[in-house]
């Protein structure tokens, strides 16, 4: 079975970079058909960081984006810095 892609790219908006710095969150468009699960697994083994929680939003132009709450506070700042987000 092919594995395919959960993570495609990180979403950089002004309200992403606010979630980053106040409520130690970072915001990921995904796959069309992935979930909650398998965004936490993929995350924690990609980047190395604790999931605390994963919120799944659909926008108006058919996006999934999944906004990721990390455990360890300051985190968010720390891995948008190696991602060069913010």
Known sequence: MERR???LYPR??????RAIETENKVVFVV????????VKREFEQTYG?????VNIVRTMRGEKLAHVK???AGRAAELAMRL???
């Open 5 to 7: 892609p959960v993570l």
């Open 12 to 17: 950089v908006t002004e309200k992403t970079s």
């Open 31 to 38: 796959s069309p058909s992935s979930t909650k699960e398998e």
């Open 49 to 53: 960081h604790k999931v605390s929680k």
């Open 70 to 72: 990390l455990k360890e």
């Open 84 to 86: 060069k987000i913010l």
